[in-house]
T-cell receptor, first 114, second 114 residues
Framework: ETGVTQTPRHLVMGMTNKKSLKCEQH?????MYWYKQSAKKPLELMFV???????ENNSVPSRFSPECPNSSHLFLHLHTLQPEDSALYLC?????????????FGPGTRLTVL | AQSVTQLDSQVPVFEEAPVELRCNYS??????LFWYVQYPNQGLQLLLK??????LVKGINGFEAEFNKSQTSFHLRKPSVHISDTAEYFC????????????FGTGTSLTVIP
């Protein structure tokens, strides 16, 4: 595998389910991100992990819980979601820096909450 | 705070015609600017970036963009588009002051008509 991979690619869940999204980067980066992409809206940054420590969460509801066990893996744990949480969830990684380093994105997980 | 405005949500253009996708940013500090492309069912891929130096930046797939500080713009251009350029295009801004955080526009959907 190369780049940034995400599993599953598609997920349908009920509002009472618990599920997890997985992201893995094979680029040797030390910062990882979760974004939410909804139609006609800018990408919403949800969480940033830099050197395996969370540095940003942008007031995301507690029904989203991130986990970064090491610099290559990032999870997003989901529970009691709402239909408005249906979106494409993108994972990205970059080298820690001053904002000049580009972010590399995975293909995303298309989440549908029924 | 920083923000990005992509003035056109949809741009249809005939094959082999030139195209310009507009991006304006709002920032009171020095910036780094990026253009990403998203093909259907894929993540975002970097087209080009401006960090410093020459204001004309060349990217992949024949795209280029020009940084205009006085107009706070970073428009993307291609002299002759192909069917395969049909995709969503996102402009993003970051700065030395915001660490790893990128601010994305709402995207422009480019449709190339045969």
């Amino acid at each position: 595998e190369t780049g940034v991979t995400q599993t599953p690619r598609h997920l349908v869940m009920g509002m009472t389910n618990k599920k997890s999204l997985k992201c893995e980067q094979h680029l040797g980066h030390n910062a990882m991100y979760w974004y939410k992409q909804s139609a006609k809206k800018p990408l919403e940054l949800m969480f940033v992990y830099s050197l395996e420590e969370r540095v940003e969460n942008n007031s995301v509801p507690s029904r989203f819980s991130p986990e970064c066990p090491n610099s290559s893996h990032l999870f997003l744990h989901l529970h009691t979601l709402q239909p408005e949480d249906s979106a494409l969830y993108l994972c990205a990684s970059s080298q820690e820096g001053s904002g000049a380093n580009e972010q590399f994105f995975g293909p995303g997980t298309r989440l549908t909450v029924l | 705070a920083q923000s990005v405005t992509q003035l056109d949500s949809q741009v249809p253009v005939f094959e082999e015609a030139p195209v310009e996708l507009r991006c304006n940013y709002s920032s009171s500090v020095s910036v780094y600017l990026f253009w990403y492309v998203q093909y259907p069912n894929q993540g975002l891929q970097l087209l080009l970036k401006y960090l410093s130096g020459s204001t004309l930046v060349k990217g992949i797939n024949g795209f280029e963009a020009e940084f205009n500080k006085s107009q706070t713009s970073f428009h993307l251009r291609k002299p002759s588009v192909h069917i395969s350029d049909t995709a969503e295009y996102f402009c993003a801004v970051s700065s030395p002051n915001t660490g790893n955080q990128f601010y994305f526009g709402t995207g422009t959907s480019l449709t190339v008509i045969p």
